[in-house]
């Protein structure tokens, strides 16, 4: 329906993940193979074993060489399966990596100690001993276990994250106000209506007085975008169901669309404009931007949005401007788009969460001077479906006075 395609830093990461799934297969391919009994069926199996790899692998969203060399999209469930197994072989190859590389800094000093089994049996990828074989093959099979846990378990596992934002000035009528935000949905394969059904339950039961949807409804142009609006129109707010555009929705070319049938079915998506919200005898000032690319500045024209004396509010799925909506007077900013990492495991070190190698501002709140950011880890998945470290998330906000 619309012309597609992801930025080009994007799809350079993608190649180069391709290109590196190619070659880590193979390079076991053929220490494999040099380390089977010399038998004309060893380069049989070890040629079938590495085309059942590839084939295993192609139809990962990393790839999709389903759809780019033959037309035609996987069942889901291959496709979950390659995801598993794409993940699995990054975690795999760097342990045979850091192995080969051990035992080379062990013959290079001159050492024995990790020369193996001696025989050029296939022992020789493992260390000296039964626990250390163990260790090994344990070490190579993690990532295989951690991916299907994120990929079967996690995906599935969404958490209501209840959180109390601390406003200065914040007026009585305000205090204990409760906004309830849904993003990133990605609504396609990998999260189906059924899904966004049940968002919309465990949204409701959390009883808002404002519900905010942030951007990314979908993924591409082919995914349901009309039936995910629908079910989202059956969120019930006291003060109506706002929200802003994601990078996906600009990606996909539907903003307008997405803005009108959203109108239709009462859910109010706000680009460049404001909206003055009352309850009891304070105002609530709600502004919301389209997604504000990088590298451009952020903004421009927000200033107009703000509304002296009242409490401003912005959304942005974009959470890079929190800096210029702060310097320009917001008093909170929520947004998405990070999905939090995703796939992290920044419990280790912080640097972990790929995230932060994007943004600052990867999850949670933030603060500048008297204004706050909430970071949503949202609620789908985009490229691997699977999360792990960073849990879908629903978020009830609780307007406090500091």
Not at 163 to 175: E, Q
Request: net charge neutral; hydrophobic share 45%.
């Amino acid at each position: 329906m619309y012309p597609y395609s992801h930025p080009l830093s994007f799809e350079i990461a993608l190649r180069a993940v391709e290109l590196i799934v190619v070659l880590a297969h193979l390079h076991l391919g053929l220490f494999v193979l040099r380390h089977l009994p010399a038998a004309p069926w060893s380069r049989w199996a070890a040629g079938a074993a590495l085309l059942t790899g590839l084939l295993l692998a192609g139809p990962s969203a990393l790839m999709e060489w389903d759809t780019r060399f033959l037309d035609w999209t996987a069942p889901v469930p291959w496709k979950l399966a390659s995801a598993v197994w794409v993940v699995g072989l990054f975690g795999a190859y760097a342990v045979f990596l850091g192995h080969e590389f051990w035992r080379w800094m062990e013959r290079r000093g001159g050492s024995r100690a990790a020369s193996g089994v001696a025989d050029g049996s296939l022992g020789l990828i493992a260390p000296v001993g039964p626990a250390s074989r163990r260790a090994f093959v344990t070490a190579a099979v993690a990532p295989f276990v951690i991916a299907g846990y994120g990929t079967f378990a996690g995906r599935k596992q969404i958490e209501v994250e209840e959180i109390d934002i601390a406003l200065r000035g914040l007026p009585a009528d305000l205090d204990g106000l409760r906004l309830a935000q849904v993003s990133d949905l990605h609504c396609g394969s990998f999260l189906t209506l059924r899904d966004v059904q049940r968002v919309v339950a465990m949204v409701n039961e959390t009883r808002p007085h404002i519900a905010l949807v942030t951007g990314d409804l979908i993924t591409r142009p082919n995914d349901p975008l009309t039936p995910c609006i629908e079910a989202l129109a059956g969120l019930r707010a006291d003060a109506g169901i706002w929200g802003c555009m994601g990078n996906h929705e600009m990606y996909s070319l539907c903003e307008r669309f997405t803005e009108a049938y959203g109108r239709a079915r009462g859910i109010e998506f706000l680009r460049g404009t404001s909206k003055t919200l009352r309850f009891g005898n304070a105002e609530l000032n709600l502004a919301g931007v389209d997604y504000q690319r990088s590298k451009q500045p952020y903004l421009e024209g927000a200033q107009d949005l703000i509304k002296q004396g009242v409490l401003n509010v912005l959304l942005s799925h974009n959470p890079d401007v929190f800096p210029v909506a702060a310097d320009l007077g917001y008093d909170l900013v929520i947004s998405g788009h990070t999905h939090g990492g995703q796939i992290t495991v920044e419990i280790i070190e912080q640097w972990a969460n790929p995230g932060r190698f994007f943004t600052p501002f990867v999850t949670g709140e933030y603060r500048r001077g008297d204004s706050a950011l909430y970071v949503s880890r949202g609620i789908g998945t985009v490229s691997l479906p699977m999360r792990i470290g960073a849990m879908p998330e629903i978020t009830l906000l609780r307007l406090r006075r500091a």
